[in-house]
C-alpha cells in the first residue's frame, strides 16, 4: 500500500470490484471483535437541528420569527398562533444550533466525533436536511475554505473541516494510509459522476450485488493524498452540481449530491505478521431542498426538477416514517436518493442528520414538516459495524489477481486492435482497463443473477415435474374418456345409418305417392277448374282418377305387404308389380294424352295470357315511353331551372360582386370623406379647441374680474341692507306703535259700544221679563178672580142645593116612603155632578198650570239666549284683543272689523226677518199681510237696533212671531191664538 506521504501523486484507480461493493454497503459479514455492546443493541440516529438567522429579504420583508432554540435544553420551539391562541410545539433534538451558532461548533460537536470512528473503520454518513435555503449546502460546504495561517475561513463548512481533520489525524499518527474519493450526483433521479472526465459524463447505474447490497456502476474513485487535493477534487464536482436561482435562494442546489472518503489504514503488524488493514468511510450528503414551487418561483425546467427533489425527499421522508414506526416495509426502493442511503438509514451506517430550519413565519409549514421527520428520525435505529479488516497480503493476492486479469484482457484487446507497442497509447489502455472493469463488475452481477435464476429454475422445475405428472393423469382419463367416445359413436353410426336407409326407403315410396297425389289433385283442380270442359273428358279424368285410387290403394296395399312379406312374396309382388305396371302404363298413356290436351289448352291458356301480357306490355310500354317523356320534360324543366338558376346565380353572383365592388368603391370614398371629414373635424376642433381655451382664458379674466365686481356689489348691497333693515326695522317699530295705539283706541270704542249694546239688551230682556212677569202676576189674579168666582158659583149651587134639600126633606118628611127611590135619584144624580164640576175644576186648573210652566220655560230659554249672546260678543272681544298683539294682522282687523261686526249684526237681523217672514207664512196665511208688514218694521227696527235679535233668536218658530216690538208681537198673537188673545187679556 502506498502511503500518502510517498506518493503525492494525484491517480485514478480501479479497486477490485468486491472492494467497490462495498461502497454502499457493508455486506461483508463484521468481525465480532470490532463490535461494541452499543452496535450490537442498534444505535440510533443522531439528529441535530440548525436554525439560520433571518435573512436580509426576510428582514426586508420584515416577516416575524416563529422559531427560537434553546440550545441548552436541545430544543427548538415553533410558536404557532392559531387565532387568538399561542400554540408552541417543541422538538428536542440530539443537539441545537440557534441562528448566531458558528460552523466550528456544528463541526466539533456533531461531525468531528465521527471522523474518529471513521477511522476506527466504520462507516459514516453526515447529511443536512431541510427546505430550500435554510442552509444545507452552508453547512456542508461552507463559504470561504480557504484558511489563513492555518486557521480555517469562519464560514467553512463540514467537508473542509472534516477532510482536514482526517488528514491532521493520520499525519498525527503517521498512519500508512491510502484515500479515495468519489462524488456523485443525483439530477433528476439520474446519477452522473462529478469526477467523470468532461467526455465521460454519462448516466450511471445503480446496481444491487444480489445481497441487498448497492453499488453505482461506473463510479470512479480517485486516490487522494493531500487535503489539497480534495479540495480541487470538490472545486471539480462543486462545479459540476446543478445550482440555479430561484426566489428562495440565490445558489440552490437542484440535485442531490454525496461525496464519499474511503480512508484504508494499514494497522501494525500482529505477533504472526500479518497486516491488517481497516477500511472507513465517510459519506457526506448535501440534499437538495424540498420547495414550494408556488413560492421559489420555479418554471419549467426548475419545476421539473423541484418537483424530482419533492419526490425523492418525499420518499426519504416516507422511509424516515417507516422506520420510526418499525414498519416491515420500508420504501426505499421508490427512489434512487433511498436506495443510495439504504444502509445510511436502517443499515449498518453510522448517521448524524442535520436538519436545517429557517426561523421565518414564512416558512412555518415546511419548518414544521422539516422538524417533525428529523423528531422521528431520532427513532431509527441502525446497527452499525466496523468494515471487515483485510489481510494486507489478501489485499496484494487481490490486487495481483486484479493485475494479472487486466494483463490477459490487454493481451486480449491486443490481439484485436493489431496491438500497440511499448510506447502505445495509454490512454487507449486505460479505457480498456475500464472497459474491463466495468466488464467484470457487469459479470459478477450476472453471476449473481445466474444464481438467482438458477434458484428460479429449479423451482421452475420442480414446478413443472408436478404440472407434467398431472398432465399424464389428466391424458389418461382424456384418452379413457375419448375411447368411450369412440365406441358411443360407432353405435349411433349405426343406428344412423340404418335409420337413414329406412328413412330413405320410406321417402321415396312417399314421393311417389305424394307425386301421383299431387299430378290426380293438379288435374282434379284443373278439371273442377274447367268445368265448361266437355263431360267425356270428365268422366274420363274421374274414371282415371278413381282407377288412380284404387291403383293407389293397392300400391299402397302392395307396397305394405312387400315390406311385411318382402322376401317369401317376391314373385308374388313381382307378378302385381307387372300387372300394376301395365296398368300403370295404360293409365299412363290416357294421362299422357290427358295431358296433351291440357297441354294444348294451357298453350292456349299460355296464348291468351302472351296476348293480355303483351298487352300489358304495350300498355305498360306506353305509360313507360309517356312517363319517361314526361321525366324528361321534368328533367329539362329542371335543367331549364337550374340553368336558369345557375345564371341567375351568376347574375346575382355578379351582381354582388358589382354591387361589392360598388361598395367598396363608395366604401373607399366613404372612407376618403370620412378622412376628409375626420381632417377637417380635427382642424375644425382644433381651432375650436384653441378659440375655446382662448375663450375659456378670458372667461376666466372676466370671471376674475366678475368677481370682484361681486364681491363689491356684495358688500355694497350688505351695506345698504342693513341700512335699510336698520331704517325698516325702526320704522316697523314706530308704525307698530301707531297700530297698536289705534287698535287700543279702536277696541275700546267697540268694546264701550259693544258693553253699552249689551247693557240695553240686557236692560231690554230685564224689562221683557218684568213685562212677562207683571203678565203673569196678571193673568194669576186672573185666574184668581175666575177661582174666586167659581168658588162663588159653587157656593150659590151649594145654596141652592141646600135649599132644595130643605124642600126636599120636607116633602121627604111628607112622603117618606113614596119619595125614597126618588131622593135616591137625585143624590146619584147630585153625586154626578159633583164630580163633573170637579173634574172640569181640576182641568182649569192643569191648564192654569201648563201655562204658568210654559211661560217659565219661554223665560228661562230667553235669559239663556242673551247669555249665549253676550259670551259670544265676549268671546268677538276677547279674539280682537289677542290679535291685536301679533304684528302683520293688527292693522287689517283694524280697519275692517268694526264695519263687519256692524255688517254680521245686519244680515242677521235680516236673515232672522226672513225666517220670521216664513215662518209666519207657515203658521197662517189668513194673517199674512200683517205679518209682511210686521216683518218689514222688525227689519226696519233691527237694522237699527240689536236688541230685536237678541231677544227674539232663540225661539223663532216656537212662537212664530219672532220679531218687532211688543205691542206689535201681542197683536200678532191675539191674532194668531184667541187663547193667548184671552191670556194677554
Ligand atoms: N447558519 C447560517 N448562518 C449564516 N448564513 C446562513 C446560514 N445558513 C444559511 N445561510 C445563508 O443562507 C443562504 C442559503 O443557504 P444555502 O444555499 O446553504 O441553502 P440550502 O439549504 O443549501 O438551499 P438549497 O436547498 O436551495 O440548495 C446562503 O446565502 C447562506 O449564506
Not at 440557534?98 to 453526515?126: F, H, M, R
Not at 420500508?330 to 445510511?344: F, I, N
Not at 471487515?388 to 486492435?417: A, F, G, H, P, W
Not at 290436351?597 to 306490355?617: F, I, M, Q, R
Amino acid at each position: 500500500m502506498e502511503s500518502s506521504k510517498t506518493n503525492n501523486q494525484r491517480r485514478r484507480s480501479w479497486t477490485p470490484s468486491s472492494m467497490r461493493r462495498t461502497l454502499w454497503s457493508s455486506s461483508e459479514s463484521p468481525t465480532k471483535d470490532f463490535r461494541s455492546n452499543d452496535d450490537l443493541k442498534g444505535v440510533n440516529v443522531q439528529v441535530v437541528a440548525r436554525c439560520r438567522p433571518v435573512s436580509e429579504g426576510e428582514i426586508r420583508a420584515k416577516t416575524s420569527t416563529i422559531i427560537s432554540c434553546d440550545e441548552t435544553k436541545h430544543q427548538v420551539i415553533a410558536t404557532q398562533n392559531t387565532g387568538s391562541k399561542q400554540n408552541d410545539k417543541v422538538f428536542a433534538f440530539d443537539k441545537v444550533f440557534g441562528p448566531n451558532s458558528k460552523q466550528i461548533d456544528v463541526y466539533d460537536d456533531v461531525v468531528a466525533p465521527a471522523i474518529a470512528e471513521v477511522l476506527e473503520g466504520y462507516s459514516w454518513t453526515v447529511f443536512a436536511y431541510g427546505q430550500t435555503g435554510t442552509g444545507k449546502t452552508y453547512t456542508m460546504e461552507g463559504e470561504g475554505r480557504k484558511h489563513k495561517a492555518g486557521e480555517f475561513h469562519e464560514n467553512a463548512g463540514v467537508i473542509p473541516r472534516a477532510v482536514q481533520h482526517i488528514f491532521d489525524v493520520l499525519e498525527r499518527d503517521s498512519a500508512d494510509y491510502s484515500m479515495k474519493v468519489t462524488f456523485l450526483e443525483l439530477y433528476n433521479e439520474e446519477i452522473t459522476d462529478l469526477l467523470a472526465p468532461d467526455n465521460a459524463k454519462k448516466s450511471l447505474l445503480l446496481m444491487e450485488d444480489g445481497k441487498g447490497a448497492v453499488f453505482v456502476r461506473g463510479l470512479e474513485e480517485e486516490i487522494v493524498c493531500s487535503v489539497d487535493e480534495i479540495w480541487a477534487i470538490l472545486d471539480k464536482g462543486s462545479s459540476r452540481k446543478h445550482t440555479a436561482e430561484t426566489l428562495v435562494n440565490k445558489q440552490s442546489n437542484r440535485s442531490h449530491s454525496i461525496l464519499t472518503i474511503t480512508v484504508q489504514i494499514k494497522e501494525p503488524s500482529t505477533t504472526d505478521g500479518s497486516e491488517m488493514i481497516r477500511c472507513g468511510r465517510l459519506n457526506l450528503v448535501d440534499l437538495a431542498g424540498s420547495e414550494n414551487i408556488l413560492r421559489s418561483g420555479a418554471r419549467e425546467v426548475r419545476a421539473r426538477e423541484a418537483g424530482e427533489i419533492n419526490k425523492s425527499l418525499l420518499t426519504l421522508g416516507r422511509v424516515i416514517k417507516a422506520l420510526a414506526d418499525n414498519s416491515t416495509h420500508v420504501p426505499y426502493r421508490d427512489s434512487k436518493l433511498t436506495r443510495l442511503l439504504r444502509d445510511s438509514l436502517g443499515g449498518k451506517t453510522k448517521t448524524c442528520i442535520i436538519a436545517t430550519i429557517s426561523p421565518s413565519i414564512l416558512s412555518q409549514e415546511e419548518t414544521l414538516s422539516t422538524l417533525d421527520y428529523a423528531f422521528r428520525a431520532k427513532c431509527i435505529k441502525n446497527r452499525p459495524e466496523v468494515n471487515q479488516k483485510l489481510l494486507k497480503s489478501t489485499l496484494i493476492k487481490d490486487l495481483y489477481t486484479q493485475i494479472d486479469s487486466l494483463k490477459q484482457e490487454l493481451r486480449v484487446s491486443k490481439q484485436m486492435n493489431g496491438g500497440y507497442g511499448d510506447h502505445g497509447d495509454r490512454h487507449s489502455a486505460d479505457a480498456l482497463r475500464k472497459q474491463l472493469m466495468e466488464l467484470q463488475e457487469l459479470y459478477i452481477y450476472q453471476q449473481q443473477l445466474r444464481v438467482d435464476l438458477e434458484d428460479k429454475l429449479l423451482s421452475t422445475e420442480r414446478e413443472l415435474t408436478t404440472a407434467r405428472q398431472s398432465l399424464f393423469n389428466t391424458e389418461d382419463q382424456c384418452q379413457q374418456a375419448k375411447d368411450m367416445c369412440r365406441d358411443k359413436e360407432t353405435v349411433i353410426f349405426n343406428l344412423i345409418s340404418s335409420g337413414k336407409e329406412l328413412t330413405k326407403k320410406a321417402l321415396d315410396l312417399r314421393s311417389d305417392l305424394e307425386g301421383a297425389a299431387l299430378d290426380a289433385s293438379t288435374l282434379f283442380a284443373k278439371i273442377e277448374h274447367k268445368n265448361n270442359l266437355e263431360e267425356t273428358n270428365r268422366q274420363r279424368v274421374e274414371d282415371f282418377y278413381s282407377q288412380l285410387v284404387q291403383q293407389l290403394q293397392e300400391l299402397d296395399e302392395g307396397v305394405s305387404a312387400s315390406a311385411t312379406i318382402q322376401e317369401q312374396n317376391l314373385k308374388a309382388f313381382q307378378d302385381d308389380t307387372q300387372l300394376f305396371l301395365t296398368s300403370k302404363a295404360k293409365a299412363i298413356d290416357e294421362l299422357f294424352k290427358q295431358i296433351e290436351h291440357l297441354k294444348e289448352l294451357h298453350a292456349s291458356g299460355v296464348n291468351n295470357l302472351d296476348g293480355s301480357a303483351e298487352e300489358l306490355y304495350q300498355k305498360s310500354q306506353l305509360a313507360l315511353s309517356r312517363l319517361s317523356s314526361e321525366l324528361s320534360a321534368h328533367s329539362s324543366c329542371i335543367m331549364d331551372l337550374v340553368t336558369k338558376m345557375s345564371s341567375d346565380a351568376g347574375a346575382i353572383n355578379n351582381g354582388l360582386k358589382s354591387n361589392m365592388n360598388n361598395l367598396g368603391l363608395r366604401l373607399d370614398a366613404f372612407m376618403k370623406q370620412q378622412e376628409e371629414t375626420h381632417a377637417r373635424t380635427y382642424h375644425t376642433s382644433k381651432s375650436i379647441s384653441s378659440s375655446l381655451v382662448h375663450f375659456f382664458k378670458t372667461l376666466k379674466i372676466y370671471i376674475s374680474k366678475l368677481t370682484l365686481v361681486e364681491e363689491d356689489s356684495q358688500n355694497m348691497a350688505k351695506y345698504k341692507l342693513h341700512a335699510f333693515t336698520t331704517k325698516f326695522e325702526e320704522i316697523s317699530v314706530a308704525e307698530e306703535k301707531l297700530l297698536l295705539e289705534e287698535m287700543a283706541k279702536l277696541l275700546a270704542n267697540s268694546n264701550s259700544r259693544k258693553k253699552k249694546m249689551i247693557q240695553a239688551a240686557v236692560d231690554d230682556v230685564l224689562e221683557s221679563a218684568s213685562n212677562r212677569g207683571e203678565k203673569l202676576n196678571l193673568e194669576i189674579s186672573d185666574m184668581q178672580s175666575l177661582t174666586v168666582d167659581a168658588e162663588g158659583k159653587w157656593n150659590s149651587f151649594i145654596e141652592t142645593t141646600k135649599s132644595n134639600y130643605v124642600e126636599d126633606s120636607v116633602a121627604l118628611e111628607a112622603g117618606k116612603c113614596a119619595l125614597e127611590d126618588g131622593l135616591q135619584c137625585c143624590m146619584i144624580d147630585l153625586a154626578e155632578d159633583s164630580q163633573q164640576q170637579s173634574l172640569s175644576e181640576e182641568s182649569l186648573l192643569d191648564e192654569m198650570k201648563k201655562t204658568f210652566d210654559s211661560e217659565d220655560a219661554i223665560i228661562k230659554n230667553e235669559t239663556a239666549a242673551i247669555e249665549k249672546i253676550h259670551a259670544r260678543y265676549s268671546s268677538i272681544a276677547a279674539s280682537l284683543l289677542e290679535e291685536t298683539e301679533d304684528g302683520t294682522k293688527k292693522l287689517m282687523l283694524s280697519a275692517e272689523n268694526p264695519l263687519r261686526l256692524d255688517q254680521e249684526a245686519s244680515e242677521k237681523a235680516g236673515l232672522l226677518s226672513a225666517r220670521c217672514l216664513v215662518s209666519t207664512k207657515q203658521t197662517s196665511s189668513i194673517h199674512s199681510k200683517q205679518v209682511a208688514d210686521v216683518s218689514r218694521r222688525a227689519r226696519k227696527s233691527l237694522v237699527d237696533d240689536y236688541l230685536v235679535d237678541s231677544w227674539a233668536c232663540p225661539s223663532p218658530r216656537k212662537r212664530n212671531v219672532v220679531v218687532g216690538s211688543r205691542e206689535e208681537i201681542e197683536s200678532l198673537m191675539r191674532l194668531q191664538s184667541p187663547k193667548a188673545d184671552n191670556a194677554v187679556n
